[in-house]
């Protein structure tokens, strides 16, 4: 049993409540469905705390009455994706050898009306390599899926650019869906901190090497990380709100990089083998596919047809990915490999000329040298990175990786500061 319900350990946090309102369609009886859920799934997460003689029993029973409860849930909705994803999910509780099947089936749904995902899941890698219960409802947000929908509907245009502008070896993989849905509850580890907002399915409830997968995205708690956190540091940066794009088109770069992210992960060449590069530094390994992923993610969202399409300012977009560089950084760049991989960008910017970080952890960024040493950064990383060359890979990630270059992050952090932000979710549907 973990010491305490927050990660990284820290002396003290600052949480921000993110209130959470569930869909005014649901009935009463699927709101207290929903709620026995998630106190169910509470038992489970705490039952798995502590070995005793009724652990086994605990959670067989527990899992008994939650298949029940789904399924009845399910007799509450009307669209037939919804219903029939809730079917599947209680059926996962039954058997382990068919649950696989069911979740690939689950990730291949497109629900209009209730995500609902339950079951043994890992949230952070490096926090949890276990499996520990959780439970959490969402509805589909169109009008983000819609704004996802346009990067990949331009993505053969973003790696034509990528090609030109990189290097010529560069392709893209057959890429996973991507739903975006607003979270309206959680429960069991999913409901401690810190608040996981994007799951890889199945790989996050243990399906490895899945057919189908599809990555689940909380874009209302994305933005509250976003306005809570990231733009706490506007004035390290010397801007001020105006900087930024408006209140109500934030989520539109947000979802449109993270996208731009998902799909990053899926750009190599045909010499690219991260499994080589695994077996010599597997963190270091994990860390440059992630600074790969944000660096394509940002060009693919430069490209024409996606700009004009979503409206997009090239420079307020260069705003937003800096905000949310130094957020991720100062996450703690030893304890997630998207930390980690903020480090290795924000090392290479420095560098570059196109950052100064001074004493007083104030940065200076020039918006005109940023792009091009974006560029240049990504002509680095697919080099050394995804050329198979193992020996400069490992000579980049010891010159850039955090864990390598441990002394120049210690004083860069020192600077900068670490977070101990963290959000709590203020559930309506649990006051029923
Ligand atoms: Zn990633």
């Given at each position: 049993m973990s010491a305490t319900n927050f990660w990284p350990r820290a002396t003290k946090y600052d949480v921000h409540v993110l209130q959470l309102e569930y869909p005014g369609t649901?009935?009463?009886?699927?709101?207290?469905?929903?709620?026995?859920?998630?106190?169910?799934?509470?038992?489970?997460?705490?039952?798995?705390?502590?070995?005793?003689?009724?652990?086994?029993?605990?959670?067989?029973?527990?899992?008994?009455?939650?298949?029940?409860a789904f399924l009845s849930l399910s007799t509450h909705l009307?669209?037939?994706?919804?219903?029939?994803?809730?079917?599947?999910?209680?059926?996962?509780?039954?058997?382990?050898?068919?649950?696989?099947?069911?979740?690939e089936k689950i990730a291949q749904m497109d629900e209009k009306e209730l995500v609902?995902?339950?079951?043994?899941?890992?949230?952070?890698?490096?926090?949890?390599?276990?499996?520990?219960?959780?439970?959490?409802?969402a509805t589909p947000n169109e009008n983000l899926q819609n704004v996802s929908n346009v990067v990949d509907e331009h993505i053969d245009e973003a790696v034509l650019t990528l090609k030109n502008n990189v290097n010529p070896e560069l392709k893209c993989l057959p890429f996973c869906g991507y739903k975006i849905v607003d979270l309206f509850a959680s429960s069991g580890e999913a409901n401690l901190y810190p608040k996981h907002f994007a799951y890889f399915m199945p790989e996050d409830e243990g399906g490895k090497y899945a057919g189908a997968k599809r990555t689940i995205v909380f874009a209302n708690v994305y933005s509250a990380l976003f306005d809570n956190i990231s733009t706490q540091r506007l004035a390290v940066y010397g801007w001020v709100d105006s900087d930024l794009p408006s209140t109500n088109n934030i989520s539109t770069y947000l979802i449109a990089w993270f996208r731009g992210h998902d799909l990053g992960h899926s750009i190599v060449t045909p010499a690219t083998s991260f499994r080589a590069l695994s077996k010599c530094d597997r963190w270091g390994s994990m860390v440059l596919q992630e600074a790969l992923a944000d660096i394509f993610g940002l060009l693919i969202c430069t490209t024409s047809s996606i700009v004009n399409e979503l409206k997009l300012d090239k420079e307020k977009l260069a705003r937003v990915y800096l905000l949310e560089m130094l957020r991720y950084l100062r996450r703690g760049p030893y304890d997630f490999p998207d930390a980690g991989a903020a480090y290795v960008q924000l090392k290479f910017f420095i560098e570059s000329g196109c950052l100064e970080l001074n004493s007083k952890g104030e940065i200076h960024a020039d918006l005109a040298g940023f792009y091009p040493a974006v560029l240049r950064l990504a002509g680095h990383l697919s080099e050394n990175i995804l050329q198979g060359n193992i020996e400069s890979a490992e000579l980049f990630i010891r010159s850039y990786c955090p864990h390598h270059d441990v002394e120049n992050c210690t004083n860069i952090m020192a600077k900068i500061g670490v977070i101990t932000d963290t959000l709590e979710y203020e559930q309506r549907i649990r006051e029923v």
């Amino acid at each position: 049993m973990s010491a305490t319900n927050f990660w990284p350990r820290a002396t003290k946090y600052d949480v921000h409540v993110l209130q959470l309102e569930y869909p005014g369609t649901l009935s009463d009886s699927a709101r207290a469905l929903i709620n026995e859920t998630l106190v169910l799934t509470d038992v489970l997460r705490a039952n798995q705390n502590t070995e005793h003689r009724w652990q086994s029993q605990i959670t067989a029973l527990t899992t008994q009455r939650l298949k029940t409860a789904f399924l009845s849930l399910s007799t509450h909705l009307n669209d037939k994706d919804s219903k029939l994803a809730l079917e599947w999910r209680a059926q996962t509780f039954d058997d382990q050898n068919t649950k696989k099947d069911l979740c690939e089936k689950i990730a291949q749904m497109d629900e209009k009306e209730l995500v609902c995902y339950s079951g043994a899941m890992s949230t952070w890698v490096g926090k949890s390599k276990e499996l520990f219960y959780s439970t959490f409802y969402a509805t589909p947000n169109e009008n983000l899926q819609n704004v996802s929908n346009v990067v990949d509907e331009h993505i053969d245009e973003a790696v034509l650019t990528l090609k030109n502008n990189v290097n010529p070896e560069l392709k893209c993989l057959p890429f996973c869906g991507y739903k975006i849905v607003d979270l309206f509850a959680s429960s069991g580890e999913a409901n401690l901190y810190p608040k996981h907002f994007a799951y890889f399915m199945p790989e996050d409830e243990g399906g490895k090497y899945a057919g189908a997968k599809r990555t689940i995205v909380f874009a209302n708690v994305y933005s509250a990380l976003f306005d809570n956190i990231s733009t706490q540091r506007l004035a390290v940066y010397g801007w001020v709100d105006s900087d930024l794009p408006s209140t109500n088109n934030i989520s539109t770069y947000l979802i449109a990089w993270f996208r731009g992210h998902d799909l990053g992960h899926s750009i190599v060449t045909p010499a690219t083998s991260f499994r080589a590069l695994s077996k010599c530094d597997r963190w270091g390994s994990m860390v440059l596919q992630e600074a790969l992923a944000d660096i394509f993610g940002l060009l693919i969202c430069t490209t024409s047809s996606i700009v004009n399409e979503l409206k997009l300012d090239k420079e307020k977009l260069a705003r937003v990915y800096l905000l949310e560089m130094l957020r991720y950084l100062r996450r703690g760049p030893y304890d997630f490999p998207d930390a980690g991989a903020a480090y290795v960008q924000l090392k290479f910017f420095i560098e570059s000329g196109c950052l100064e970080l001074n004493s007083k952890g104030e940065i200076h960024a020039d918006l005109a040298g940023f792009y091009p040493a974006v560029l240049r950064l990504a002509g680095h990383l697919s080099e050394n990175i995804l050329q198979g060359n193992i020996e400069s890979a490992e000579l980049f990630i010891r010159s850039y990786c955090p864990h390598h270059d441990v002394e120049n992050c210690t004083n860069i952090m020192a600077k900068i500061g670490v977070i101990t932000d963290t959000l709590e979710y203020e559930q309506r549907i649990r006051e029923v």
